[in-house]
């Protein structure tokens, strides 16, 4: 059938009176069942009002999608598509919006009755539908025709991105410690990868909020990636996104509330979360890239209101040329020497006794497993250069992140990947079961030793697994049998560790029906840092916790506008601000937890950066 992409079943014609359900819909429309999924989730298509149990669609919302499979089978690409059409139904429904709000101020100064009005919008509503459709199709036709005659419309407001390539390697932890305080600055390392980048400014911030967050913003990257202005160099790396989400929505962009910890629940001193949002990821105005290969440093603009792209490029070109690389950062102390840190990190604040409800829950049936968080809090503020400095040297096999907002910085060194993807390439790492580690090399294995043969972490170890395994099984990604767990030291402790690996169709356009934000949403919160079954652990956590999690245990990372990236989970991190400094760290609760052992394993955790700290 002409205009059909591969892969997509021929659609029956729609016919008038049809109630569907998303099985039917997807089947009728003749598309595949992630596309309804995707639109309902953007708010484009709306189950029927028809007081069902379940929800109901009907062939409006057929021809809707079979117009969308048309241009699909032109080679546009889905998540291209559902952006636009995102952006679309936001705009119409704020003009609509403008639009009854003035000709009910028109008739309300006329004095009509409700009737009156009821009859005139009766009237209007086909003028105006009518007026709309013939602006758009002319506008169109006439942008497009322009655009085909390489005559294109001023480019207000488009970003255009310029890189180059720089002699030798640079340190992006020295160039985010040059910056000044007052801009956004983000960095991310990866020491056992010889990989970092920083990031300074902001030109375009993506801050969905609610529950689809994840697809909201990767939508919004693929909005991103249709209509930047690129360097035309072929080398040079495609422009990144960075920043993270938070664990669990607010539905809001501001401070969260301190959760009401409940009976039996205890509380913390408030870490404020303001402007990191449900989720916070930043174009930003300078990058620097450096990996083996060398290093680039991207600069992305705005087109200004003149509409003068080749102005806009030669501020890059100004910028470029006087960006200047920063010596490395100089080594401080030795890594090795041991801390002295003034703070009791096994003073028991109530955490022995939530787990021992935790279990008690367990032994009831009502969850198989939750992870529960502490947070300690210190009087001052952090040199967040100097203790990313030394988190590095401390743990290589680590990813280093610091996020800024406002004067708040989120930063750590997670040993725990939630997903990288590079091509069609998907990697992800199940990280659960804990055990000390220790300067005795024969004491250091025997802990080793233990931990794999240990039942206990074993079993939290395999929720873990087991649930990365459906979650990918679920998207139909192919997913070999993971290998065994092995043994991840860090400096502190060391974890159960199991590689994961999948293979992900990608588009040929260079946006993809998966890219690594939608990977991470559909991973995160794994069994590592939420428990099993996730939604009875997660309510568990919300009502008895008794602090605002913001962005610890969530994705944090970068992704660039291909849809390829690296995101970890925020763990060993804390926020820091002025005048304070939160520290985060929790344990995976499984039926044979003993509290006080829950409570030495957070308590090593959070030494590993009270380590760093104490020696800043």
Same mark, same amino acid.
């Given at each position: 059938?002409?205009?059909?992409?591969?892969?997509?079943?021929?659609?029956?014609?729609?016919?008038?009176?049809?109630?569907?359900?998303?099985? *039917?819909?997807?089947?009728?429309? *003749?598309?595949?069942?992630?596309?309804?999924?995707? %639109?309902? /989730?953007?708010?484009?298509?709306?189950?029927?009002?028809?007081?069902?149990?379940?929800?109901?669609?009907?062939?409006?919302?057929?021809?809707?999608?079979?117009?969308?499979?048309?241009?699909?089978?032109?080679?546009?690409?889905?998540?291209?598509?559902?952006?636009?059409?995102?952006?679309?139904?936001?705009?119409?429904?704020?003009?609509?919006?403008?639009?009854?709000?003035?000709?009910?101020?028109?008739?309300?100064?006329?004095?009509?009755?409700?009737?009156?009005?009821?009859?005139?919008?009766?009237?209007?509503?086909?003028?105006?539908?009518?007026?709309?459709?013939?602006?758009?199709?002319?506008?169109?036709?006439?942008?497009?025709?322009?655009?085909?005659?390489?005559?294109?419309?001023?480019?207000?407001?488009?970003?255009? %991105?310029?890189?180059?390539?720089?002699? $030798?390697?640079?340190?992006?932890?020295?160039?985010?410690?040059?910056?000044?305080?007052?801009?956004?600055?983000?960095?991310?390392?990866?020491?056992?990868?010889?990989?970092?980048?920083?990031?300074?400014?902001?030109?375009?911030?993506? #801050?969905?909020? $609610?529950?689809?967050?994840?697809?909201?913003?990767?939508?919004?990257?693929?909005?991103?990636?249709?209509?930047?202005?690129?360097?035309?160099?072929?080398?040079?790396?495609?422009?990144?996104?960075?920043?993270?989400?938070?664990?669990?929505?607010?539905?809001?962009?501001? @401070?969260?509330?301190?959760?009401?910890?409940?009976?039996?629940?205890?509380?913390?001193?408030?870490?404020?979360?303001?402007?990191?949002?449900?989720?916070?990821?930043?174009?930003?105005?300078?990058?620097?890239?450096?990996?083996?290969?060398?290093?680039?440093?991207?600069?992305?603009?705005?087109?200004?209101?003149?509409?003068? @792209?080749?102005?806009? @490029?030669?501020?890059?070109?100004?910028?470029?040329?006087?960006?200047?690389?920063?010596?490395?950062?100089?080594?401080?102390?030795?890594? +090795?020497?041991?801390?002295?840190?003034?703070?009791?990190?096994?003073?028991?604040?109530?955490?022995?006794?939530?787990?021992?409800?935790?279990?008690?829950?367990?032994?009831?049936?009502?969850?198989?497993?939750?992870?529960?968080?502490?947070?300690?809090?210190?009087?001052?503020?952090?040199?967040?250069?100097?203790?990313?400095?030394?988190?590095?040297?401390?743990?290589?096999?680590?990813?280093?992140?610091?996020?800024?907002?406002?004067?708040?910085?989120?930063?750590?060194?997670?040993?725990?990947?939630?997903?990288?993807?590079? *091509?069609?390439?998907?990697?992800?790492?199940?990280?659960?079961?804990?055990?000390?580690?220790?300067?005795?090399?024969?004491?250091?294995?025997?802990?080793? +030793?233990?931990?794999?043969?240990?039942?206990?972490?074993?079993?939290?170890?395999?929720?873990?697994?087991?649930?990365?395994?459906?979650?990918?099984?679920?998207?139909?990604?192919?997913?070999?049998?993971?290998?065994?767990?092995?043994?991840?030291?860090?400096?502190?402790?060391?974890?159960?560790?199991?590689?994961?690996?999948?293979?992900?169709? #990608?588009?040929?356009?260079?946006?993809?029906?998966?890219?690594?934000?939608?990977?991470?949403?559909?991973?995160?919160?794994?069994?590592?840092?939420?428990?099993?079954?996730?939604?009875?652990?997660?309510?568990?956590?919300?009502?008895?916790?008794?602090? /605002?999690?913001?962005?610890? +245990?969530?994705?944090?990372?970068?992704?660039?506008?291909?849809?390829?990236?690296? %995101?970890?989970?925020?763990?060993?991190?804390?926020?820091?601000?002025?005048?304070?400094?939160?520290?985060?760290?929790?344990? $995976?609760?499984?039926?044979?937890?003993?509290?006080?052992?829950?409570?030495?394993?957070?308590?090593?955790?959070?030494?590993?950066?009270?380590?760093?700290?104490?020696?800043?």
């Amino acid at each position: 059938m002409e205009g059909v992409p591969d892969g997509f079943p021929a659609p029956d014609a729609p016919r008038a009176g049809l109630v569907l359900d998303r099985a *039917g819909l997807a089947e009728r429309a *003749g598309v595949p069942a992630f596309v309804v999924d995707l %639109v309902i /989730d953007a708010g484009l298509i709306t189950p029927l009002d028809n007081g069902s149990d379940g929800e109901r669609f009907d062939s409006d919302d057929v021809e809707m999608l079979v117009a969308a499979r048309t241009l699909v089978g032109e080679g546009v690409a889905v998540e291209e598509l559902a952006a636009l059409a995102m952006r679309h139904a936001t705009n119409v429904e704020n003009l609509i919006e403008d639009a009854i709000d003035l000709v009910k101020r028109h008739f309300d100064r006329e004095g009509r009755d409700k009737a009156a009005l009821v009859a005139s919008v009766n009237r209007l509503v086909p003028v105006a539908t009518n007026l709309v459709v013939g602006h758009f199709e002319k506008t169109l036709w006439a942008r497009a025709m322009a655009r085909i005659g390489d005559d294109p419309a001023p480019a207000v407001g488009a970003i255009v %991105v310029k890189a180059r390539r720089i002699e $030798g390697r640079v340190d992006p932890l020295a160039a985010y410690a040059a910056a000044t305080s007052d801009q956004h600055r983000s960095v991310w390392l990866r020491p056992d990868a010889s990989m970092g980048l920083a990031a300074f400014g902001v030109v375009e911030t993506i #801050r969905p909020v $609610g529950s689809d967050r994840f697809s909201a913003a990767s939508a919004a990257r693929a909005v991103l990636a249709a209509r930047i202005r690129r360097d035309p160099d072929p080398e040079a790396p495609a422009p990144v996104l960075v920043g993270g989400f938070s664990f669990t929505p607010t539905g809001a962009d501001t @401070e969260s509330q301190q959760p009401d910890p409940g009976n039996g629940g205890y509380r913390h001193a408030v870490p404020r979360w303001t402007g990191f949002g449900d989720c916070r990821m930043v174009l930003p105005e300078l990058t620097i890239i450096d990996h083996p290969d060398g290093a680039w440093v991207l600069a992305a603009t705005r087109v200004g209101s003149d509409g003068d @792209e080749t102005a806009a @490029e030669t501020v890059l070109d100004q910028r470029l040329t006087s960006f200047r690389v920063e010596p490395p950062m100089p080594a401080t102390g030795d890594p +090795a020497r041991p801390a002295s840190a003034m703070i009791d990190c096994d003073r028991d604040d109530g955490y022995a006794a939530l787990v021992a409800d935790a279990v008690a829950g367990i032994h009831r049936g009502e969850f198989q497993k939750v992870v529960l968080a502490r947070t300690v809090t210190l009087d001052y503020g952090l040199d967040v250069a100097a203790v990313l400095d030394r988190l590095r040297l401390r743990n290589p096999a680590c990813a280093i992140f610091a996020v800024t907002a406002g004067e708040s910085t989120f930063l750590g060194a997670t040993p725990e990947e939630l997903v990288t993807l590079d *091509g069609p390439r998907l990697n992800t790492v199940a990280l659960a079961g804990t055990a000390p580690c220790s300067d005795d090399p024969e004491a250091d294995e025997r802990f080793g +030793a233990g931990l794999l043969t240990s039942a206990k972490n074993r079993a939290e170890h395999r929720f873990v697994v087991d649930g990365i395994i459906d979650a990918l099984s679920g998207l139909g990604l192919v997913d070999p049998a993971p290998s065994e767990p092995g043994l991840m030291r860090l400096s502190r402790v060391q974890h159960l560790r199991t590689p994961i690996t999948a293979r992900v169709q #990608r588009r040929r356009t260079g946006a993809s029906d998966m890219d690594v934000l939608r990977a991470a949403g559909v991973l995160h919160p794994t069994a590592a840092v939420g428990g099993a079954p996730t939604g009875a652990a997660l309510e568990f956590i919300a009502g008895r916790e008794g602090f /605002d999690r913001g962005w610890y +245990a969530a994705p944090v990372g970068w992704c660039d506008l291909d849809g390829n990236g690296e %995101v970890g989970v925020a763990l060993r991190c804390a926020l820091t601000g002025p005048d304070s400094t939160h520290l985060f760290a929790g344990a $995976g609760i499984v039926t044979d937890s003993d509290p006080e052992d829950e409570l030495e394993e957070t308590a090593m955790k959070l030494r590993a950066l009270l380590d760093v700290i104490d020696e800043c």
